[in-house]
């Protein structure tokens, strides 16, 4: 069964006009009826990867189910987990001499390290993002359809961030439209959001080096 894109509610067979809102229903992809009924995550990665990347009408408007949330991590730590070792090995290629020397060998533990250090850091500030993502799409009235709705939104829109360069501008513009159509809102709502929660970022994390420069100081004139 397809939902509607307006509201959201569930589409009633042989009717063309949602119960709820009253507007028509348009055609839905195929591939989204099928994944609407068995889960993202079951679609395998790389179709879901295609989906969130390239093809957002056919998945963001059927997230919002909070039983779904536990897909969504999962993608996304496996989204994150081939950038961290696509970066490594892009590195491990610029600096060949290193990689496949004597040095090289001692670094994999540190390379292991590392990434089990980014991973963790990922997922706390994935809640942290959604956190901040749906407080400032709250205050802007774009959070209509819950939390769950914009953490899958989130986690899903991160699937371009494993491509070097461009992938995080592409996600950014993932995640606007992915919002837009996850909360059945103007895109102008998640876009004022993500300028918020840019913002909001850029001014902590100068509080955070301020505060650790003005300890400094204290310390060094004791």
């Not at 509607?4 to 195929?30: I, L, M, R, V």
């Not at 591939?31 to 790389?46: A, F, L, N």
């Not at 994935?126 to 009235?141: A, E, Q, R």
């Not at 955070?208 to 420069?213: C, E, L, P, T, V």
Request: aromatic letters at 14%; one cysteine or more.
């Amino acid at each position: 069964m397809l939902f509607c894109d307006n509201c959201g509610s569930k589409k009633e067979e042989g009717s063309k006009f949602c119960s709820e809102c009253g507007k028509p229903y348009s055609q839905t992809p195929a591939v989204s009826s099928s994944i609407s009924s068995s889960g993202v995550q079951g679609h395998g990665y790389w179709q879901t990867w295609t989906l969130a990347s390239t093809d957002p009408s056919a998945l963001y408007p059927l997230l919002g189910d909070p039983e779904k949330n536990g897909e969504a991590v999962k993608f996304f730590l496996l989204t994150q987990l081939i950038s961290a070792l696509i970066f490594a090995l892009l590195t491990m290629i610029g600096h060949l001499g290193i990689a496949f020397g004597p040095l090289g060998v001692i670094s994999i533990p540190f390379i292991f390290l590392g990434t089990a250090i980014y991973m963790a850091f990922a997922w706390i500030g994935l809640y942290i993002s959604v956190w901040l993502f749906n407080l400032f799409l709250s205050l802007v009235g774009g959070a209509s359809r819950g939390y769950s709705a914009t953490f899958q939104t989130v986690a899903y829109a991160s699937a371009p961030g494993i491509i070097p360069i461009i992938g995080g501008f592409w996600g950014l513009i993932m995640l606007v439209i992915g919002a837009s159509q996850a909360h059945r809102t103007e895109i102008w709502r998640p876009i004022i959001a993500v300028i918020l929660e840019v913002v909001a970022i850029t001014f902590l994390i100068m509080f955070i080096f301020g505060m650790a420069w003005l300890f400094f100081v204290i310390v060094h004139h004791l």
